[in-house]
Each structure stands twice: as C-alpha cells, then as structure tokens.
C-alpha cells in the first residue's frame, strides 16, 4: 500500500443507489463498501473502547439499510458522517478510511445477528 500523501487524500465519497459507499483517492485507488461496514469501522469512543483497543459494536445492532445522512469533510484530514441510525461522532481520519479492508463475504449473516463478530478481530490497532 501506498503511503504517499496522495492515498490518503480523499476525491470522491460517494453513496450509491444499492446504498454502498464508493471510496476515492488521489491516487486514483477506488473502494466500494457495504455503508454499514463503514458504519462498523467507526472509531469513536463509543464504538471503540479507548484503553482495550477493541470495538464495542457490534454487527447485529447496525441497520442492514444504513446509509449516511450526510458526509462533512473535517480540514483535508478527516470525514464525519452522520448516519441514518443516527450515530453522528465518528471522525474518519482518511488514515483510517484508507485502511478499511475489504468486507467479509459473510458480512450480511454477521449483520443479521447469525454470527457472533469475534472480538480479537474487531481490534482496533
Ligand atoms: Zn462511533
């Protein structure tokens, strides 16, 4: 992965009609994710325990249709969504958003509560 400034320079986020969130960067890097794992990967003090590191989150308690309401730059460092659950304290470093991986194929059965997210993964490094 780059570490050039221009990876970490945001272009475009853009909410798509199926409710995915395209990502894009200076560096011509594109991502597409589900919204609600963008939502999961909040790192706000409510959804990350400060001191363990680990998400507080969890899966089952997002709203499968989440969507963000709206997407506020913060300086050129940092987004903030306010999502349709109405969750609106999370900062994404574009650190951070650049470093979101790729959903797990098995993203929705987690979402639907069929699958227990296990917590060592959800550490926040
Ligand atoms: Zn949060």
């Known amino acids: 992965m780059s570490t050039s400034?221009?990876?970490t320079t945001l272009t475009a986020f853009t909410v798509q009609e199926d409710g995915q969130i395209q990502i894009e960067w200076a560096d011509n890097a594109a991502f597409t994710f589900p919204a609600s794992w963008v939502r999961f990967h909040c790192a706000c003090a409510?959804?990350?325990?400060?001191?363990?590191?680990t998400r507080l989150v969890d899966p089952a308690t997002i709203p499968a249709?989440?969507?963000?309401?709206?997407?506020?730059?913060?300086g050129n460092y940092a987004v903030q969504i306010v999502w349709s659950d109405g969750h609106d304290t999370g900062y994404y470093g574009y650190d951070s958003l650049r470093a979101i991986?790729?959903?797990p194929a098995d993203w929705d059965a987690y979402l639907a509560g069929e699958k227990a997210w296990?917590?060592?993964?959800g550490a926040v490094a």
């Open 101 to 103: 991986p790729p959903a």
């Open 5 to 7: 400034s221009e990876a």
């Open 118 to 121: 296990p917590k060592d993964e």
């Open 65 to 74: 249709d989440i969507v963000p309401k709206k997407a506020t730059p913060v």
């Open 46 to 53: 409510h959804c990350v325990d400060e001191w363990a590191g």
